[in-house]
């Protein structure tokens, strides 16, 4: 499994109530709530995220509630992977079970600026920035996550 794409970058303490606003928390439409990713931050979000493009934030990425839908909108936006030097603990595990790949590394978190052109090797936990031509190594998922991430979620996998 690889991801290739150009990075959107943001702070720290991201919370989830900023990658999608409560306001629209009353649909289940996984599209809907794509339209208002990351909207109370960064009001462009939609119209430049591009399938496969990358998101990298700094310390304690998804903060806040336990709702999946803040890695379900990020994942419907289009985004293939979410670097973080940490994640909130909850937002960690959403994110896998709904299949939306993320790997914590704060080397990358730092050095990675917006707009740069990252790939990420999940096997290997290798990312190469290619703007800087930087590598940065995370630590890759063990087999039976890739196995949820390959699937798109887990009850995808659980259904095999």
């Known amino acids: 499994m690889n991801a290739h794409g150009k990075v959107h970058k943001y702070g720290d303490n991201v919370d989830t109530d900023v990658i ?3 306001r629209y928390l009353n649909t289940a439409d996984h599209k809907e709530l794509a339209a208002h990713c990351m ?9 430049k995220v591009k399938p496969g493009d990358i998101m990298v ?3 304690n990425f998804g903060c806040g ?3 999946e839908h803040a890695p379900i ?15 909130a603990r909850i937002f960690y ?11 914590e590394c704060p080397e990358a978190a730092e050095k990675i600026q917006n707009g ?4 990420i090797d999940f096997d290997t936990g290798i990312i ?3 703007t800087r031509n930087e590598t940065y190594k995370a630590q890759p998922f063990p087999e039976f996550i890739k196995d949820i991430m390959k699937s798109g979620g887990l009850l995808n996998s659980l259904k095999k």
């Open 20 to 22: 999608i606003p409560a």
């Open 39 to 47: 909207e109370d931050i960064d009001k462009d979000f939609v119209n």
């Open 57 to 59: 934030a700094r310390e």
């Open 65 to 67: 509630s336990s709702r």
């Open 73 to 87: 909108a990020i994942k419907e936006s289009g985004i293939a992977c979410v670097i973080a030097a940490t994640f």
């Open 93 to 103: 595990r959403n994110a896998i079970n709904i299949g939306l790949p993320i790997l």
């Open 116 to 119: 740069d052109e990252v790939d």
């Open 128 to 130: 190469r920035n290619i």
